[in-house]
């Protein structure tokens, strides 16, 4: 009859030694590594049945309902393609570790998490904006993160299991808002310690992980417009800029002018005098005046409208197969660029200034992507993780108080271009060995990073009481390089005892070189000789009256040479740590971890 199970019947694979027999209710279960199969189903009275090019893919159920005919004549066998199934439907496979809610309910410690879809629902650009919603996360100048109220010397960021460098001179910590969330697969934010997290991880761990291969093919196009109502289309603050700003990066109007840190002794040192007193220490005051006149003279804060914000982003990937085996890739690409402004705001700090400020801000962002991974055997993959943020925040400031410490009025400006920048190549893996008593799981990493953070040409001057101060006067130029190369892995055994319990035994081991390069050069101000009548007042044009070429030629006013012998520092990080943990699942209810480590 029509849709009666018929029990009894044999299903195997051909080519291979795997079969079964369906149930009274007519149903069947096998289970084959990822691949392309040939399956044939046979049973005593009917027809028998191939069906061709049966897809299986990884962690994905594969359900087939087939019509068996009566043998009442005509062909023993019917073939029939796969893709003219009666019935197929996929279903997914519950992997306590894909969403959230899966996370945080079977993790061994204190953590909270943020998966994909959460990201694509708050909307938040980058990793730094996200943690905001996590209960006991705090985010400092929209990049650093603390956690329990304890900031970067006592928490761990890593990414894809592996640590990073950091784009901060002063600080280890990594900024966050450097990782958009477009290619964030979920965020783990760990409260409390673990064996196999750095020992100095007593506040906790954030652990990002971008995206991997798709499970189908994708492809994305988007684009946006955002406008502030404040300010979008009035006039922010700004001054000259380069023909590459758009970008985010300087096209070489910020440059430190060459020849002059071979002539002042990489920004130390700079006496003008008569060489022939002293041809070592020496500058004469034509040189002196040749070296002023190269630093480019742009200094007034001026105004221009405010555009909206934008952003373009494209992905693009698939999963593809390879013999029994499958490939796959995912590209993302992404640029944005959004203004903020402080047209009106308060200093309130009585131990130091208090008035107001504006503050105006662009920030470009570019973003390039790619994941190629290669999945064989049962649950076996290598992946390849490409990526390359850069990010720019270009800033004019304006302040005015009085300073509390000296009674003075303060008028101040800074205009600051930053670049930052992040390059990464990893490598994972994934391998897992059946034993009698047990699987064994082989998860191991590996990467080379690299961040750069730029500030050409820093300026900041300061007037008091309406005069300008030649020592508050700085230009400064910045650059740190941090390498990084990471190595890591975890060889795990899981074995079952009793009924319901099972107990995972892990080693671990990872090895970290960090190598920071950090080189800073300051140069200021100084009146010349010729200077005693210049008018310093805050009414004079800084570019025109105070600080044109030709005050430089005629030794009105003279470079100063700042830099410190602290201000460009060399460094070198390595750590290695072995550990071993233990993690006990006694049925659904209780489990119990134990482990031990080892750090240098």
């Given at each position: 009859?029509?849709?009666?199970?018929?029990?009894?019947?044999?299903?195997?694979?051909e080519?291979?030694d795997?079969s079964t027999?369906?149930?009274?209710?007519?149903?069947?279960?096998?289970?084959?590594?990822?691949?392309?199969?040939?399956?044939?189903v046979?049973a005593?009275?009917?027809?028998?049945?191939?069906?061709?090019?049966?897809?299986?893919?990884?962690?994905?159920?594969?359900?087939?309902?087939v019509?068996?005919?009566?043998?009442?004549?005509?062909p023993?066998?019917?073939?029939?393609?796969s893709?003219?199934?009666?019935?197929?439907?996929?279903?997914?496979?519950?992997?306590?570790?894909?969403?959230?809610?899966?996370?945080?309910?079977?993790?061994?410690?204190?953590?909270?998490?943020?998966?994909?879809?959460?990201?694509?629902?708050?909307g938040?650009s980058?990793?730094?904006?996200?943690?905001?919603?996590?209960?006991?996360?705090?985010?400092?100048?929209?990049?650093?993160?603390?956690?329990?109220?304890?900031?970067?010397?006592?928490?761990?960021?890593?990414?894809?299991?592996?640590?990073?460098?950091?784009?901060?001179?002063l600080?280890r910590?990594?900024?966050?808002?450097?990782?958009p969330?477009?290619?964030?697969?979920?965020?783990?934010?760990q409260?409390?310690?673990?064996?196999?997290?750095?020992?100095?991880?007593?506040?906790?761990?954030?652990?990002?992980?971008?995206?991997?291969l798709?499970?189908?093919r994708?492809?994305?196009?988007?684009?946006?417009?955002?406008?502030n109502t404040?300010?979008?289309?009035?006039?922010?603050?700004?001054?000259e800029?380069?023909?590459?700003?758009w970008?985010?990066?300087?096209s070489?109007?910020?440059?430190?002018?060459?020849?002059?840190l071979s002539?002042?002794?990489n920004?130390?040192?700079?006496?003008v005098?008569?060489?022939?007193?002293d041809?070592v220490?020496c500058?004469?005051?034509?040189?002196?005046?040749?070296?002023?006149v190269?630093?480019?003279?742009?200094y007034?804060?001026?105004?221009?409208?405010?555009?909206?914000?934008?952003?373009?982003s494209?992905?693009?990937?698939?999963?593809?197969?390879?013999?029994?085996n499958?490939?796959?890739?995912?590209?993302?690409?992404?640029?944005?660029?959004?203004?903020s402004?402080?047209?009106?705001?308060?200093?309130?700090?009585?131990?130091?200034?208090?008035?107001g400020?504006?503050?105006?801000?662009?920030?470009?962002?570019?973003?390039?992507?790619?994941?190629?991974?290669?999945?064989?055997?049962?649950?076996?993959?290598i992946?390849?993780?490409?990526?390359?943020?850069?990010n720019?925040?270009?800033?004019?400031?304006?302040?005015?108080?009085?300073?509390?410490?000296?009674?003075?009025?303060?008028?101040?400006?800074?205009?600051?271009?930053?670049?930052?920048?992040?390059?990464?190549?990893?490598?994972?893996?994934?391998?897992?060995?059946d034993?009698?008593?047990?699987?064994?799981?082989?998860d191991?990493?590996?990467?080379?990073?690299?961040?750069?953070r730029d500030?050409?040409?820093?300026?900041?001057?300061?007037?008091?009481?309406?005069?300008?101060?030649?020592?508050?006067?700085?230009?400064?130029?910045?650059?740190?390089?941090?390498d990084?190369?990471?190595?890591?892995?975890?060889?795990a055994?899981?074995?079952?005892?009793?009924?319901?319990?099972?107990?995972?035994?892990?080693?671990?081991?990872m090895w970290?070189?960090?190598?920071?390069?950090?080189?800073?050069?300051?140069?200021?101000?100084?009146?010349?000789?010729?200077?005693?009548?210049?008018d310093?007042?805050?009414?004079?044009?800084?570019?025109?009256?105070?600080?044109?070429?030709?005050?430089?030629?005629l030794?009105?006013?003279?470079l100063?040479?700042?830099?410190?012998?602290?201000?460009?520092?060399?460094?070198?990080?390595?750590?290695?740590?072995?550990?071993?943990?233990?993690?006990?699942?006694?049925?659904?209810?209780?489990?119990?971890?134990?482990?031990a480590?080892?750090?240098?």
């Amino acid at each position: 009859t029509a849709g009666t199970p018929i029990a009894g019947a044999t299903v195997m694979i051909e080519d291979t030694d795997i079969s079964t027999v369906t149930d009274a209710d007519g149903v069947y279960v096998l289970q084959v590594p990822r691949g392309e199969y040939d399956v044939r189903v046979m049973a005593t009275e009917y027809k028998t049945l191939e069906l061709d090019d049966v897809r299986v893919m990884a962690d994905i159920g594969v359900t087939a309902g087939v019509t068996l005919y009566a043998a009442d004549g005509g062909p023993e066998t019917v073939q029939v393609p796969s893709t003219q199934l009666e019935e197929v439907v996929v279903l997914g496979v519950f992997k306590p570790t894909e969403d959230a809610a899966g996370i945080e309910r079977f993790a061994t410690s204190i953590t909270n998490a943020i998966d994909v879809a959460q990201l694509e629902r708050f909307g938040d650009s980058d990793v730094a904006a996200a943690l905001n919603r996590v209960v006991g996360v705090a985010v400092t100048d929209s990049k650093y993160a603390t956690v329990r109220g304890l900031d970067g010397r006592y928490i761990s960021a890593t990414l894809n299991g592996l640590l990073m460098p950091s784009t901060d001179p002063l600080r280890r910590d990594v900024q966050l808002d450097l990782f958009p969330t477009n290619i964030v697969e979920g965020i783990e934010i760990q409260k409390s310690y673990s064996p196999d997290k750095m020992a100095s991880t007593t506040g906790g761990a954030i652990q990002i992980k971008t995206k991997g291969l798709p499970d189908e093919r994708v492809h994305e196009v988007s684009g946006g417009l955002g406008f502030n109502t404040e300010f979008t289309g009035d006039d922010i603050l700004n001054y000259e800029s380069s023909n590459d700003d758009w970008l985010g990066y300087d096209s070489g109007l910020r440059d430190l002018p060459g020849g002059v840190l071979s002539a002042t002794d990489n920004g130390r040192s700079l006496t003008v005098c008569d060489p022939a007193i002293d041809p070592v220490r020496c500058t004469s005051p034509r040189e002196a005046a040749r070296l002023g006149v190269r630093f480019q003279d742009d200094y007034n804060v001026r105004t221009k409208d405010a555009l909206p914000d934008v952003k373009a982003s494209w992905n693009f990937g698939d999963r593809l197969p390879a013999g029994d085996n499958e490939w796959g890739y995912y590209l993302a690409a992404e640029y944005a660029r959004e203004t903020s402004d402080r047209g009106d705001a308060e200093l309130t700090n009585p131990l130091e200034t208090e008035g107001g400020y504006m503050r105006s801000r662009e920030n470009t962002a570019i973003t390039g992507y790619a994941t190629l991974g290669y999945e064989y055997g049962v649950a076996d993959e290598i992946i390849s993780k490409t990526m390359y943020l850069h990010n720019t925040d270009d800033t004019t400031r304006l302040e005015e108080g009085v300073d509390n410490l000296e009674g003075n009025f303060l008028n101040s400006a800074i205009l600051e271009w930053v670049e930052r920048e992040f390059i990464s190549q990893s490598f994972t893996g994934h391998n897992e060995f059946d034993f009698d008593h047990g699987t064994h799981l082989l998860d191991w990493r590996m990467a080379f990073s690299r961040t750069d953070r730029d500030e050409p040409d820093r300026r900041q001057y300061s007037y008091f009481n309406g005069n300008l101060s030649t020592s508050a006067f700085e230009r400064r130029w910045s650059d740190l390089q941090e390498d990084a190369i990471d190595v890591g892995g975890d060889y795990a055994i899981v074995l079952d005892w009793g009924t319901i319990s099972s107990t995972e035994v892990k080693l671990g081991g990872m090895w970290s070189d960090k190598d920071r390069d950090v080189d800073q050069y300051r140069f200021g101000i100084n009146l010349g000789d010729n200077g005693g009548d210049l008018d310093l007042g805050i009414d004079q044009d800084l570019e025109k009256d105070i600080l044109p070429y030709q005050n430089f030629a005629l030794d009105k006013v003279r470079l100063a040479a700042k830099t410190a012998d602290t201000d460009s520092y060399d460094s070198e990080e390595t750590v290695y740590a072995y550990n071993l943990t233990t993690n006990t699942d006694f049925g659904d209810a209780w489990s119990e971890l134990l482990g031990a480590r080892y750090e240098d």
